[in-house]
């Protein structure tokens, strides 16, 4: 069986286990189960803190999981990511008291306060900057004002609460990082399928159907509004003059491609949302 990690809890766990409901696998019920068999799919599902994950995975204990990609690089374990899952996002930066840092380079020798000291470790490292780190559980924002830090690295959003620390935002980006299926070094019978699933599952969120009757002239312009992933679906009705069309659209601006097709004479515009699907 193909031996799956997914998170227990935090911001990752909800969407993970709704992601792998929506691809066909049976998960806990329970919240409290940390192992989960699912014989009709062949998989075994491993319920781990999600910081764990990319080390149970990096170790070959597990073949797969889901973790951030903030966290695959924090364990700095021989795991490797192999698809973006599209939910989860966050952005790492480096913030210090105003006016005193302007470059990472100005971090040299001071110390930098951190929940993922490996993901910093590392960022530093390759940039041949030398810190001190201070690892910490959380509150890192509070790290320089209590005197044990003279620069934090944290997850940033708006900045807004960087800000009511009396601290500002310098440097560049040491990560963009979602949530991403893992997998270790070696491949492992069961990954393609579970992946192929997922990329359905992520097809059928971002994706609509889109009916719609038109002028047989028009087609050439309706196909310049919504072109569909390969090629628009195009039967013919019972007028010969009109066809009918479907075709595969972006879920977000669906609304401003349904007025272009009206304008242009499209008429029945009917969209549908995708329940699972394979490309």
């Known amino acids: 069986m193909l031996r799956i990690a997914v998170p227990n809890k935090g911001s990752l766990a909800e969407t993970a286990s709704e992601m792998l409901s929506e691809a066909g696998y049976t998960g806990?019920?329970?919240p409290k189960d940390l192992h989960v068999i699912d014989p009709q799919n062949e998989v075994e599902f491993f319920y781990l803190r999600p910081k764990d994950i990319a080390t149970y995975v990096g170790s070959g204990a597990l073949d797969v999981g889901i973790t951030g990609r903030d966290l695959l690089f924090d364990a700095r374990m021989p795991a490797r990511e192999i698809e973006p899952l599209g939910f989860g996002d966050s952005t790492f930066r480096f913030a210090g008291p105003p006016g005193?840092?302007?470059t990472i380079e100005d971090l040299e020798g001071c110390r930098v306060a951190t929940a993922y000291p490996g993901l910093v470790d590392g960022f530093l490292d390759k940039r041949g900057v030398?810190?001190?780190?201070?690892?910490?559980?959380?509150?890192?924002?509070?790290?320089?004002?209590?005197?044990?830090?003279?620069?934090?690295?944290?997850?940033?959003?708006?900045?807004?609460?960087l800000k009511?620390?009396?601290?500002?935002?310098?440097?560049?980006?040491?990560?963009?990082?979602?949530a991403v299926l893992i997998a270790g070094p070696e491949e492992v019978e069961g990954t393609e399928t579970l992946l192929r699933r997922l990329r359905g599952v992520m097809v059928a969120q971002r994706y609509v159907l889109i009916d719609y009757d038109l002028p047989a002239a028009l087609i050439e312009q309706a196909v310049a509004v919504a072109p569909g992933i390969e090629?628009?679906?195009?039967?013919?009705?019972?007028?010969?003059?009109?066809?009918a069309v479907r075709v595969m659209s972006p879920r977000k601006g669906v609304n401003q491609v349904m007025?272009?097709?009206y304008a242009i004479g499209a008429r029945a515009i009917l969209v549908t949302a995708i329940h699972a699907a394979r490309l």
């Open 259 to 261: 007025d272009a097709l």
């Open 231 to 243: 090629s628009p679906t195009i039967s013919p009705l019972r007028d010969p003059e009109w066809v």
């Open 100 to 102: 005193r840092f302007t």
């Open 130 to 161: 030398a810190v001190d780190l201070v690892p910490l559980d959380g509150a890192v924002e509070s790290a320089v004002r209590l005197g044990v830090a003279d620069a934090v690295a944290d997850v940033v959003s708006t900045g807004t609460t």
């Open 164 to 178: 009511q620390a009396g601290l500002e935002i310098f440097g560049p980006v040491l990560l963009e990082s979602e």
């Open 28 to 30: 806990r019920r329970d």
